[in-house]
């Protein structure tokens, strides 16, 4: 009979963990103040250039607003290389981006999540142009630059390893308002780290 018991009772365990677990993640996704600092690498590509793209989120003030939904604020900082030569030419364009944006995340599972953005910012943008005199071997550089407005709407996916510490994924667009007229899209992978 004792042996009955204690395996009633591990069973019972075994059955109510999950959802304990789910709701202390839930609880833990839905405190005040910093949750996450989000280190992002990938590319982003417009007009048939690619670039490396580098960006760093500090998601905070989350807000509960359904059951497994939240909105919070997302400020980011960003970067963006796109250069290319060919013979007797080089150029590159380096952008630097801020980007405060809304976030609503979704909790799909209790380890696993999608979101969305969507942010206004600026970007500060540098184009630099460089020529080869093909009879003397000379150089000649012409450079600008520019400020302007960008937005960013994207998507992503986040699968929590630890309490602590997530992988994921995102994709966007982002189009860009100035000198630098353009629509980029991006794809990047994402390290979230738990405050």
Not at 65 to 83: C, D, E, H, K, Q
Not at 126 to 152: F, H, I, Q
Not at 164 to 177: C, K, Q, R, S
Request: hydrophobic share 45%; proline share 4%; aromatic share 12%.
């Amino acid at each position: 009979m004792k042996n009955v018991l204690r395996t009633a009772a591990a069973l019972a365990l075994l059955l109510l963990a999950p959802a304990a677990l789910a709701q202390s993640r839930t609880a833990a996704r839905s405190s005040g103040g910093l949750t996450h600092a989000n280190v992002l690498v990938g590319f982003e590509d417009g007009d048939g250039n690619t670039g490396l793209a580098l960006r760093g989120d500090v998601e905070m003030l989350p807000t509960r607003i359904a059951p497994n939904a939240n909105v919070s604020l997302v400020l980011s900082l960003g970067y963006t290389r796109f250069a290319d030569s060919y013979y007797g030419w080089e150029w590159n364009i380096n952008l630097f981006k801020l980007v405060p944006a809304a976030r609503f995340s979704f909790d799909v599972a209790p380890r696993f999540g999608l979101y969305g953005d969507a942010g206004l910012g600026m970007y500060f943008g540098n184009a630099t142009v460089k020529e080869r005199d093909p009879y003397y071997g000379t150089w000649t550089r012409a450079s600008n630059s520019d400020v302007g407005l960008m937005m960013r709407l994207a998507a992503g996916a986040k699968f929590d390893l630890t309490p602590t510490f997530a992988l994921g994924a995102e994709l966007g667009v982002n189009p860009y308002f100035g000198d630098y007229d353009n629509t980029t899209f991006s794809g990047m992978l994402l390290a979230s780290f738990r405050m």
